[in-house]
Protein backbone atom coordinates (compact mmCIF):
# COMPACT_ATOMS: atom_id res chain seq x y z
CA UNK A 1 0.00 0.00 0.00
CA UNK A 2 1.19 2.90 -0.85
CA UNK A 3 1.97 5.48 1.86
CA UNK A 4 0.62 8.72 2.66
CA UNK A 5 2.37 11.79 2.07
CA UNK A 6 2.28 14.75 4.55
CA UNK A 7 2.93 18.09 3.20
CA UNK A 8 3.64 20.62 5.70
CA UNK A 9 4.09 24.07 4.11
CA UNK A 10 5.90 26.70 6.59
CA UNK A 11 8.48 26.21 8.99
CA UNK A 12 7.56 28.67 12.06
CA UNK A 13 6.27 27.91 15.52
CA UNK A 14 3.41 25.88 13.97
CA UNK A 15 4.92 23.74 11.07
CA UNK A 16 8.32 23.28 12.68
CA UNK A 17 6.10 21.77 15.94
CA UNK A 18 3.96 19.89 13.54
CA UNK A 19 7.11 18.23 11.95
CA UNK A 20 8.97 17.10 14.98
CA UNK A 21 5.91 15.71 16.97
CA UNK A 22 5.69 13.34 13.66
CA UNK A 23 8.90 12.65 12.83
CA UNK A 24 8.59 11.16 17.01
CA UNK A 25 5.12 9.47 16.12
CA UNK A 26 5.12 8.26 12.62
CA UNK A 27 8.25 6.64 10.86
CA UNK A 28 9.16 6.43 7.66
CA UNK A 29 8.06 3.62 7.00
CA UNK A 30 4.00 4.52 7.44
CA UNK A 31 4.34 8.26 6.02
CA UNK A 32 5.96 10.63 3.32
CA UNK A 33 6.87 13.60 5.51
CA UNK A 34 7.51 16.84 3.43
CA UNK A 35 8.43 19.87 5.05
CA UNK A 36 8.53 23.15 2.41
CA UNK A 37 9.91 26.69 3.69
CA UNK A 38 11.14 29.29 1.72
CA UNK A 39 14.54 29.47 4.11
CA UNK A 40 16.42 26.75 4.83
CA UNK A 41 16.86 28.06 8.78
CA UNK A 42 13.81 28.79 11.30
CA UNK A 43 14.06 32.24 12.50
CA UNK A 44 12.36 32.61 16.05
CA UNK A 45 9.60 35.91 14.98
CA UNK A 46 8.80 36.52 18.99
CA UNK A 47 12.92 37.84 19.18
CA UNK A 48 12.21 40.26 15.78
CA UNK A 49 12.21 43.33 17.66
CA UNK A 50 15.51 42.75 18.99
CA UNK A 51 17.13 41.84 15.55
CA UNK A 52 14.97 45.30 14.47
CA UNK A 53 16.65 47.28 17.07
CA UNK A 54 20.16 45.51 16.60
CA UNK A 55 20.53 44.15 20.30
CA UNK A 56 20.76 40.92 19.20
CA UNK A 57 22.49 40.12 15.20
CA UNK A 58 20.28 37.90 12.68
CA UNK A 59 22.23 34.87 13.64
CA UNK A 60 21.22 34.72 17.03
CA UNK A 61 17.50 34.48 16.45
CA UNK A 62 17.84 31.68 13.67
CA UNK A 63 19.28 28.24 13.12
CA UNK A 64 19.15 25.25 10.74
CA UNK A 65 15.89 23.20 9.87
CA UNK A 66 18.58 20.29 8.99
CA UNK A 67 19.52 20.87 13.29
CA UNK A 68 16.07 19.70 14.06
CA UNK A 69 14.76 17.45 11.88
CA UNK A 70 15.77 13.73 11.24
CA UNK A 71 16.07 11.31 8.43
CA UNK A 72 12.04 10.50 8.48
CA UNK A 73 11.15 14.10 7.05
CA UNK A 74 11.99 15.30 3.33
CA UNK A 75 12.98 19.40 4.30
CA UNK A 76 12.36 21.20 0.78
CA UNK A 77 13.66 24.69 0.53
CA UNK A 78 10.79 26.69 -2.01
CA UNK A 79 8.56 29.44 -2.41
CA UNK A 80 5.50 28.15 -1.76
CA UNK A 81 3.68 30.02 -4.61
CA UNK A 82 -0.10 28.85 -4.45
CA UNK A 83 -2.26 26.08 -2.48
CA UNK A 84 -5.19 24.58 -4.21
CA UNK A 85 -7.42 22.35 -1.56
CA UNK A 86 -9.64 21.00 -4.21
CA UNK A 87 -7.19 19.92 -6.58
CA UNK A 88 -4.81 18.82 -4.14
CA UNK A 89 -1.91 20.54 -5.55
CA UNK A 90 0.77 22.67 -3.89
CA UNK A 91 2.64 24.88 -6.57
CA UNK A 92 6.02 26.15 -5.28
CA UNK A 93 9.74 27.61 -6.76
CA UNK A 94 10.69 23.65 -6.88
CA UNK A 95 7.69 22.00 -8.63
CA UNK A 96 4.41 20.96 -8.00
CA UNK A 97 3.44 18.67 -4.72
CA UNK A 98 0.09 16.69 -4.11
CA UNK A 99 -0.32 14.94 -0.56
CA UNK A 100 -2.97 13.21 1.37
CA UNK A 101 -3.06 15.32 4.37
CA UNK A 102 -1.49 19.05 4.14
CA UNK A 103 -0.38 21.43 7.50
CA UNK A 104 -0.71 25.16 6.45
CA UNK A 105 1.43 26.71 8.57
CA UNK A 106 3.08 29.55 6.35
CA UNK A 107 2.38 32.44 9.28
CA UNK A 108 1.21 36.33 9.35
CA UNK A 109 1.75 39.34 7.20
CA UNK A 110 1.59 42.87 8.55
CA UNK A 111 -1.93 44.18 8.06
CA UNK A 112 -1.90 47.61 6.78
CA UNK A 113 -5.99 48.13 6.95
CA UNK A 114 -5.78 50.11 3.08
CA UNK A 115 -3.94 52.49 4.87
CA UNK A 116 -2.43 54.69 2.21
CA UNK A 117 1.33 54.80 1.64
CA UNK A 118 2.25 52.42 4.39
CA UNK A 119 3.01 49.47 2.24
CA UNK A 120 5.66 51.50 0.53
CA UNK A 121 7.09 53.83 3.13
CA UNK A 122 7.37 51.97 6.33
CA UNK A 123 9.24 49.19 7.71
CA UNK A 124 7.85 46.10 9.57
CA UNK A 125 8.94 43.05 11.43
CA UNK A 126 7.57 40.36 9.64
CA UNK A 127 10.62 37.94 9.17
CA UNK A 128 14.25 38.07 9.56
CA UNK A 129 14.73 40.26 6.82
CA UNK A 130 12.23 42.73 7.51
CA UNK A 131 13.65 42.86 10.76
CA UNK A 132 17.61 43.08 9.27
CA UNK A 133 16.36 45.94 7.45
CA UNK A 134 14.52 47.97 10.19
CA UNK A 135 18.02 47.67 11.87
CA UNK A 136 20.14 48.66 8.57
CA UNK A 137 17.85 51.34 8.02
CA UNK A 138 18.18 53.21 11.48
CA UNK A 139 21.95 53.24 11.12
CA UNK A 140 21.58 54.51 7.83
CA UNK A 141 19.77 57.27 9.20
CA UNK A 142 22.05 58.20 11.84
CA UNK A 143 25.05 57.27 9.86
CA UNK A 144 23.91 60.03 7.03
CA UNK A 145 23.02 62.46 10.11
CA UNK A 146 26.31 62.65 10.97
CA UNK A 147 27.78 63.39 7.12
CA UNK A 148 24.95 66.23 6.64
CA UNK A 149 26.44 69.89 6.58
CA UNK A 150 23.36 71.16 7.16
CA UNK A 151 21.56 68.97 9.28
CA UNK A 152 18.15 67.87 9.84
CA UNK A 153 17.23 66.20 13.37
CA UNK A 154 14.41 64.55 11.77
CA UNK A 155 16.47 61.72 10.05
CA UNK A 156 16.91 60.44 13.87
CA UNK A 157 12.54 60.24 14.69
CA UNK A 158 11.70 56.66 14.59
CA UNK A 159 8.08 56.59 14.87
CA UNK A 160 6.37 53.12 16.22
CA UNK A 161 2.78 52.32 14.50
CA UNK A 162 0.97 50.61 17.14
CA UNK A 163 1.49 50.07 20.74
CA UNK A 164 0.57 46.20 20.93
CA UNK A 165 3.06 43.65 22.09
CA UNK A 166 4.99 43.99 19.21
CA UNK A 167 5.13 47.77 19.12
CA UNK A 168 5.95 48.14 23.03
CA UNK A 169 8.49 45.35 22.76
CA UNK A 170 10.46 46.88 19.79
CA UNK A 171 10.42 50.50 21.91
CA UNK A 172 11.78 48.39 24.92
CA UNK A 173 15.00 47.34 22.54
CA UNK A 174 14.96 50.74 21.28
CA UNK A 175 15.30 52.70 24.49
CA UNK A 176 18.36 50.39 25.23
CA UNK A 177 20.11 50.62 22.38
CA UNK A 178 19.83 54.49 21.41
CA UNK A 179 22.16 55.15 24.00
CA UNK A 180 24.68 52.52 22.47
CA UNK A 181 24.08 54.15 18.67
CA UNK A 182 24.84 57.54 19.93
CA UNK A 183 28.02 57.00 21.06
CA UNK A 184 28.91 55.09 18.42
CA UNK A 185 27.64 57.67 15.91
CA UNK A 186 28.60 60.64 17.95
CA UNK A 187 25.22 61.95 18.79
CA UNK A 188 23.99 63.80 21.17
CA UNK A 189 21.32 61.75 22.45
CA UNK A 190 18.54 64.49 22.87
CA UNK A 191 18.07 65.16 18.98
CA UNK A 192 17.05 61.58 18.95
CA UNK A 193 12.89 61.13 19.17
CA UNK A 194 11.33 57.59 19.68
CA UNK A 195 7.56 57.98 19.02
CA UNK A 196 4.71 55.79 19.65
CA UNK A 197 1.68 56.53 17.81
CA UNK A 198 -1.72 53.94 18.75
CA UNK A 199 -4.80 54.60 17.80
CA UNK A 200 -6.69 53.06 20.96
CA UNK A 201 -7.12 55.21 23.95
CA UNK A 202 -4.44 53.32 25.75
CA UNK A 203 -1.00 51.12 24.93
CA UNK A 204 -1.26 47.40 25.36
CA UNK A 205 -5.50 47.30 24.50
CA UNK A 206 -7.11 44.94 27.06
CA UNK A 207 -3.90 44.15 29.22
CA UNK A 208 -3.35 44.44 32.64
CA UNK A 209 -3.98 48.26 33.64
CA UNK A 210 -1.06 48.42 36.49
CA UNK A 211 1.20 46.44 34.04
CA UNK A 212 0.28 48.82 31.64
CA UNK A 213 1.56 51.65 33.45
CA UNK A 214 4.32 50.32 34.60
CA UNK A 215 5.36 49.30 30.76
CA UNK A 216 4.38 53.28 29.79
CA UNK A 217 6.52 54.81 32.81
CA UNK A 218 9.79 52.52 31.89
CA UNK A 219 9.67 53.75 28.26
CA UNK A 220 9.08 57.14 29.15
CA UNK A 221 11.66 57.01 31.29
CA UNK A 222 13.97 55.52 28.06
CA UNK A 223 12.86 58.51 26.64
CA UNK A 224 9.44 57.32 24.67
CA UNK A 225 7.06 59.65 23.62
CA UNK A 226 3.25 58.53 23.57
CA UNK A 227 0.77 59.93 21.06
CA UNK A 228 -2.46 57.99 22.06
CA UNK A 229 -5.90 57.68 20.93
CA UNK A 230 -4.37 59.14 17.66
CA UNK A 231 -4.25 56.87 14.35
CA UNK A 232 -1.95 56.88 11.41
CA UNK A 233 -3.99 57.36 8.85
CA UNK A 234 -1.06 57.99 6.05
CA UNK A 235 2.70 57.33 5.38
CA UNK A 236 4.56 59.15 2.77
CA UNK A 237 8.12 59.34 2.36
CA UNK A 238 8.59 61.86 4.63
CA UNK A 239 6.57 60.69 7.78
CA UNK A 240 3.47 59.88 8.93
CA UNK A 241 -0.17 61.94 9.50
CA UNK A 242 -1.94 61.00 12.41
CA UNK A 243 -5.79 62.09 13.25
CA UNK A 244 -5.72 64.43 16.45
CA UNK A 245 -9.66 64.35 16.74
CA UNK A 246 -12.20 64.36 14.49
CA UNK A 247 -10.94 66.79 11.70
CA UNK A 248 -7.59 67.57 12.93
CA UNK A 249 -4.65 66.25 11.14
CA UNK A 250 -1.13 66.45 12.28
CA UNK A 251 2.14 65.46 10.09
CA UNK A 252 4.72 63.99 12.02
CA UNK A 253 8.26 64.26 9.57
CA UNK A 254 10.66 60.73 10.63
CA UNK A 255 13.34 58.85 9.08
CA UNK A 256 12.16 55.78 10.06
CA UNK A 257 8.40 54.54 10.32
CA UNK A 258 7.99 50.98 11.33
CA UNK A 259 4.97 50.16 11.10
CA UNK A 260 3.46 47.17 13.93
CA UNK A 261 -0.13 47.55 13.89
CA UNK A 262 -1.46 44.78 13.40
CA UNK A 263 -1.31 41.17 12.09
CA UNK A 264 -3.02 39.03 9.08
CA UNK A 265 -2.25 35.81 8.20
CA UNK A 266 -0.61 34.52 4.76
CA UNK A 267 -1.92 36.02 1.83
CA UNK A 268 -1.73 32.54 -0.08
CA UNK A 269 -4.69 31.12 2.08
CA UNK A 270 -6.95 33.72 0.16
CA UNK A 271 -6.59 32.01 -3.02
CA UNK A 272 -6.57 28.57 -1.09
CA UNK A 273 -10.20 27.45 -2.03
CA UNK A 274 -11.04 27.49 1.56
CA UNK A 275 -13.27 30.33 3.23
CA UNK A 276 -11.02 32.60 5.50
CA UNK A 277 -11.19 36.24 6.72
CA UNK A 278 -8.14 38.19 6.64
CA UNK A 279 -6.36 35.22 5.34
CA UNK A 280 -6.82 33.39 8.71
CA UNK A 281 -9.72 30.19 8.22
CA UNK A 282 -11.36 29.37 11.06
CA UNK A 283 -10.92 25.95 12.00
CA UNK A 284 -12.91 23.06 13.26
CA UNK A 285 -12.06 22.24 17.19
CA UNK A 286 -9.41 19.55 15.86
CA UNK A 287 -7.51 22.18 13.98
CA UNK A 288 -8.97 20.71 10.08
CA UNK A 289 -10.14 23.32 8.14
CA UNK A 290 -13.80 23.57 7.18
CA UNK A 291 -15.09 21.21 3.96
CA UNK A 292 -11.09 19.79 3.70
CA UNK A 293 -10.96 16.36 5.78
CA UNK A 294 -7.21 16.47 4.88
CA UNK A 295 -6.51 20.15 5.56
CA UNK A 296 -4.94 21.11 9.10
CA UNK A 297 -4.12 24.83 9.71
CA UNK A 298 -1.23 26.09 12.47
CA UNK A 299 -0.79 29.30 13.62
CA UNK A 300 -0.94 32.66 12.56
CA UNK A 301 -3.30 31.03 9.54
CA UNK A 302 -6.04 29.75 11.84
CA UNK A 303 -8.62 31.16 13.97
CA UNK A 304 -10.31 29.83 16.95
CA UNK A 305 -12.70 31.02 18.97
CA UNK A 306 -12.44 31.15 22.55
CA UNK A 307 -15.39 29.40 23.33
CA UNK A 308 -15.68 30.86 27.37
CA UNK A 309 -15.00 34.65 26.41
CA UNK A 310 -16.47 34.66 22.10
CA UNK A 311 -13.52 36.46 21.37
CA UNK A 312 -10.98 34.94 19.20
CA UNK A 313 -7.64 33.24 20.57
CA UNK A 314 -4.83 35.80 19.75
CA UNK A 315 -2.38 35.04 17.09
CA UNK A 316 0.75 33.62 19.26
CA UNK A 317 3.54 31.55 19.32
CA UNK A 318 2.23 29.89 22.10
CA UNK A 319 -0.54 28.76 20.74
CA UNK A 320 0.86 28.01 17.21
CA UNK A 321 2.87 25.52 19.17
CA UNK A 322 0.25 23.85 21.05
CA UNK A 323 -1.88 23.31 18.14
CA UNK A 324 0.93 21.81 16.08
CA UNK A 325 1.31 19.00 18.68
CA UNK A 326 -2.25 18.31 18.46
CA UNK A 327 -2.33 18.37 14.45
CA UNK A 328 1.11 15.76 14.31
CA UNK A 329 -1.18 13.67 17.02
CA UNK A 330 -4.61 13.69 14.45
CA UNK A 331 -2.47 13.05 11.26
CA UNK A 332 -1.62 9.85 12.92
CA UNK A 333 -5.22 9.28 14.02
CA UNK A 334 -6.51 9.71 10.44
CA UNK A 335 -3.85 7.73 9.03
CA UNK A 336 -5.42 4.67 11.12
CA UNK A 337 -8.93 5.22 11.28
CA UNK A 338 -9.17 6.39 15.06
CA UNK A 339 -11.18 9.39 16.25
CA UNK A 340 -9.38 12.88 15.77
CA UNK A 341 -8.59 15.02 19.53
CA UNK A 342 -9.48 18.40 19.95
CA UNK A 343 -7.61 21.08 20.97
CA UNK A 344 -7.48 23.00 23.83
CA UNK A 345 -5.50 25.69 24.36
CA UNK A 346 -3.29 25.79 27.49
CA UNK A 347 -3.07 29.55 28.59
CA UNK A 348 0.55 29.81 30.13
CA UNK A 349 0.11 33.79 30.40
CA UNK A 350 1.66 36.56 28.53
CA UNK A 351 5.18 38.74 28.72
CA UNK A 352 6.04 41.27 27.27
CA UNK A 353 9.81 42.55 27.36
CA UNK A 354 10.58 46.05 27.93
CA UNK A 355 14.55 45.45 26.63
CA UNK A 356 16.85 43.12 28.02
CA UNK A 357 16.32 43.77 31.56
CA UNK A 358 12.71 44.63 32.12
CA UNK A 359 9.25 43.54 31.63
CA UNK A 360 5.45 42.60 32.44
CA UNK A 361 3.80 39.60 32.74
CA UNK A 362 0.71 37.43 33.89
CA UNK A 363 1.90 34.05 34.92
CA UNK A 364 0.51 31.34 37.65
CA UNK A 365 -2.17 33.94 38.50
CA UNK A 366 0.13 36.44 39.38
CA UNK A 367 1.77 39.43 37.84
CA UNK A 368 5.31 40.31 37.27
CA UNK A 369 7.42 43.33 36.39
CA UNK A 370 11.12 44.33 36.53
CA UNK A 371 14.04 41.57 36.17
CA UNK A 372 11.94 38.91 37.31
CA UNK A 373 9.34 39.33 34.56
CA UNK A 374 12.30 39.73 32.40
CA UNK A 375 13.87 36.61 33.20
CA UNK A 376 10.63 34.29 33.22
CA UNK A 377 10.52 35.79 29.50
CA UNK A 378 14.16 34.40 28.71
CA UNK A 379 12.42 31.26 30.37
CA UNK A 380 9.52 31.35 28.04
CA UNK A 381 11.98 31.99 25.15
CA UNK A 382 14.58 28.77 25.76
CA UNK A 383 11.42 26.88 26.41
CA UNK A 384 10.24 27.60 23.23
CA UNK A 385 13.81 26.51 21.82
CA UNK A 386 13.77 23.35 23.93
CA UNK A 387 10.54 22.03 22.85
CA UNK A 388 11.35 21.89 18.62
CA UNK A 389 15.46 21.19 19.37
CA UNK A 390 16.18 20.18 23.03
CA UNK A 391 18.94 20.75 25.03
CA UNK A 392 21.29 20.84 22.50
CA UNK A 393 19.36 23.89 20.18
CA UNK A 394 19.23 25.36 24.01
CA UNK A 395 22.44 25.84 25.03
CA UNK A 396 23.18 26.60 21.92
CA UNK A 397 21.07 29.31 20.65
CA UNK A 398 19.08 29.99 24.37
CA UNK A 399 19.05 33.08 26.58
CA UNK A 400 20.54 32.84 29.79
CA UNK A 401 21.87 35.95 31.14
CA UNK A 402 18.85 36.48 34.20
CA UNK A 403 20.08 38.98 36.49
P1 LIG B 1 5.74 31.96 11.69
O1 LIG B 1 6.46 31.63 12.93
O2 LIG B 1 5.71 33.36 11.23
O3 LIG B 1 6.35 31.05 10.53
C1 LIG B 1 5.90 31.05 9.20
C2 LIG B 1 6.95 30.32 8.37
O4 LIG B 1 6.46 30.19 7.03
C3 LIG B 1 8.28 31.05 8.28
O5 LIG B 1 9.33 30.15 8.46
C4 LIG B 1 8.28 31.62 6.86
O6 LIG B 1 9.58 31.74 6.32
C5 LIG B 1 7.48 30.55 6.13
N1 LIG B 1 6.84 31.05 4.92
C6 LIG B 1 6.04 32.16 4.81
N2 LIG B 1 5.62 32.28 3.54
C7 LIG B 1 6.17 31.27 2.84
C8 LIG B 1 6.09 30.86 1.48
N3 LIG B 1 5.37 31.53 0.58
N4 LIG B 1 6.77 29.76 1.09
C9 LIG B 1 7.51 29.06 1.99
N5 LIG B 1 7.61 29.39 3.29
C10 LIG B 1 6.95 30.48 3.70
N6 LIG B 1 4.03 35.19 20.36
C11 LIG B 1 4.18 34.64 21.59
O7 LIG B 1 3.48 33.67 21.93
N7 LIG B 1 5.10 35.11 22.46
C12 LIG B 1 5.93 36.13 22.15
O8 LIG B 1 6.75 36.54 22.98
C13 LIG B 1 5.80 36.73 20.87
N8 LIG B 1 6.62 37.74 20.52
C14 LIG B 1 6.52 38.27 19.26
C15 LIG B 1 7.42 39.29 18.92
C16 LIG B 1 7.34 39.87 17.66
C17 LIG B 1 8.31 40.96 17.31
C18 LIG B 1 6.35 39.41 16.72
C19 LIG B 1 6.29 40.02 15.35
C20 LIG B 1 5.47 38.41 17.07
C21 LIG B 1 5.55 37.82 18.34
N9 LIG B 1 4.68 36.79 18.74
C22 LIG B 1 4.81 36.22 19.98
C23 LIG B 1 3.69 36.26 17.79
C24 LIG B 1 4.29 35.01 17.12
O9 LIG B 1 5.57 35.28 16.63
C25 LIG B 1 3.42 34.48 15.97
O10 LIG B 1 2.12 34.26 16.46
C26 LIG B 1 4.02 33.18 15.47
O11 LIG B 1 5.25 33.42 14.84
C27 LIG B 1 3.09 32.45 14.51
O12 LIG B 1 3.65 31.22 14.19
P2 LIG B 1 3.43 30.57 12.75
O13 LIG B 1 4.02 29.22 12.79
O14 LIG B 1 2.00 30.72 12.36
O15 LIG B 1 4.23 31.50 11.75
P1 LIG C 1 -1.82 43.83 17.88
O1 LIG C 1 -2.98 43.70 16.96
O2 LIG C 1 -1.83 43.07 19.13
O3 LIG C 1 -1.59 45.37 18.25
C1 LIG C 1 -1.65 46.34 17.24
C2 LIG C 1 -1.86 47.71 17.86
O4 LIG C 1 -1.87 48.67 16.82
C3 LIG C 1 -3.18 47.84 18.60
O5 LIG C 1 -2.94 48.37 19.86
C4 LIG C 1 -4.01 48.76 17.71
O6 LIG C 1 -4.90 49.56 18.44
C5 LIG C 1 -2.92 49.60 17.06
N1 LIG C 1 -3.34 50.21 15.79
C6 LIG C 1 -4.16 49.69 14.84
N2 LIG C 1 -4.32 50.57 13.83
C7 LIG C 1 -3.57 51.66 14.13
C8 LIG C 1 -3.31 52.89 13.48
N3 LIG C 1 -3.87 53.18 12.29
N4 LIG C 1 -2.49 53.77 14.07
C9 LIG C 1 -1.91 53.49 15.26
N5 LIG C 1 -2.13 52.35 15.93
C10 LIG C 1 -2.94 51.43 15.37
O7 LIG C 1 -0.54 43.46 16.97
P2 LIG C 1 0.94 43.05 17.41
O8 LIG C 1 1.41 43.86 18.55
O9 LIG C 1 1.74 43.05 16.16
O10 LIG C 1 0.76 41.56 17.92
C11 LIG C 1 0.35 40.54 17.00
C12 LIG C 1 0.16 39.24 17.76
O11 LIG C 1 1.43 38.79 18.23
C13 LIG C 1 -0.73 39.40 18.98
O12 LIG C 1 -1.49 38.24 19.12
C14 LIG C 1 0.24 39.50 20.12
O13 LIG C 1 -0.28 39.00 21.35
C15 LIG C 1 1.38 38.63 19.64
N6 LIG C 1 2.64 39.09 20.23
C16 LIG C 1 2.94 38.60 21.47
C17 LIG C 1 4.09 39.02 22.10
C18 LIG C 1 4.41 38.48 23.47
O14 LIG C 1 3.69 37.60 23.94
N7 LIG C 1 5.45 38.95 24.11
C19 LIG C 1 4.94 39.94 21.46
C20 LIG C 1 4.59 40.43 20.21
C21 LIG C 1 3.43 40.00 19.61
Redesign the pocket.
Same mark, same amino acid.
Do not use: M, N, R
Given at each position: MKRPTILVLGAGYGGLTTVVNLQKFVNVNEAEIILVNKNDYHYET?WL?EVGAGTISPDKARYPISTVINQNVTFVKANVESIDVNLKKVETSSGEFTYDYLVIGLG #?E @? $?T?G?PGLKDHALS =?TNINTARQVREHIEYQFASWTLDDIKDDSKLTIIV @? +? /? +? #?? @? *? $?FLGELGNRIPELCREFDIPQEKVRLLC !? $???PT? =??GFDSELVDYAKAQLTKKGVEFSIG? %???EATEEGVK *?KKGDEDVEFIKAGTVVW /?? +? !?RGNALVESSGIESHRARIAVRGDMRSPDFEDVFVAG?CAFLLNEETGRPY %? %?? /??IAMQQGVIIAKNIKHLMYGEPTEQFVYDDKG /? !???LGDNDAI @?TAFGRKFTGKRASAL?KV?DDRALYLVGGVGLTVKKGKFKFL
Open positions: TH #F @G $EFI =L @G +G /A +G #FT @G *I $E !V $EAAV =LPT %PIV *I /AA +G !VD %P %PT /AQ /A !VCS @GKV
